[in-house]
């Protein structure tokens, strides 16, 4: 069965810290891996993806995620944190093959940056 | 680019009636549109895929008839709730996937019904 973790329902960091959430997926063959972001009463904004090439991948507002194939990770960092990165955020896989059209979504985890 | 809008952002309905919310690509073709379905604290649960001209696939579990899609051209996708129940009350996003982005999905805002 397909499957993504997020192992954590929340994180909290200090503003100006480097932060990490983590994802970590279970599908068949080499998956498409995605980030979002979700703001109260919004809907999901694209951060960044990973379909192949370098493992580091980066994306909007200064995130970035690294793939990791033999751990089947791909956890979300930021090396300095904002008070307004403070949202939800999702990790997301598309299986290759006949569910290519298909995301699977984490549980989500709320990011909480402190002044 | 790759915008996607819905209207009605919120909608509050009394119980047995129906309400229709739509789900726009503002600057791109989309093919595809998924239709979500977001409870408090909680992930995303797919309902169902729509291509354009054909009929939707719906997730096990989904009611079909209770909740009809619609995606009559490739930049509008509708999901209608019939006699919606206090239960149907939830947050609905929309997602689509276009032509010349074909891997990534991008999401409407979302639209909170409320069935009293």
């Known amino acids: 069965a397909q499957s993504v973790a997020q192992p954590e329902d929340q994180v909290n960091v200090a503003e100006g810290n480097p932060l990490t959430v983590k994802c970590t997926y279970s599908v068949s063959g080499n998956p498409y891996l995605f980030w979002y972001v979700q703001y109260p009463n919004r809907g999901l904004q694209f951060l960044l993806k990973?379909?192949?090439?370098?493992?580091l991948v980066k994306g909007s507002y200064g995130f970035e995620a690294e793939f990791n194939k033999s751990q089947t990770s791909f956890h979300l960092k930021k090396p300095s944190a904002l008070v307004s990165d403070s949202a939800l955020y999702f990790c997301a896989v598309r299986p290759a093959g006949s569910n290519f059209n298909k995301f699977y979504f984490g549980s989500g985890t709320k990011l909480n940056v402190k002044p | 680019g790759a915008v996607v809008s819905q209207h009605p952002s919120r909608v509050i309905c009394k119980s047995g009636t129906s309400v229709k919310i739509e789900c726009r690509s503002l600057?791109?073709?989309?093919?595809?549109m998924f239709w979500y379905r977001q409870f408090p604290k909680q992930s995303l649960m797919l309902m169902a895929t729509?291509?354009?001209?054909?009929?939707?696939?719906?997730e096990q579990g989904v009611e079909k008839d209770k909740f009809l899609i619609n995606h009559a051209s490739l930049t509008l996708s509708t999901l209608t709730v019939t006699s919606a129940h206090p239960e149907d009350s939830s947050f609905y996003i929309c997602s689509a996937r276009g032509q010349g982005y074909t891997d990534t999905q991008y999401f409407g805002p979302g639209t909170r019904l409320t069935v009293l």
């Open positions: 729509s291509n354009e001209g054909s009929k939707a696939t719906y």
């Open positions: 600057d791109f073709q989309a093919t595809t």
């Open positions: 990973y379909i192949t090439g370098d493992n």
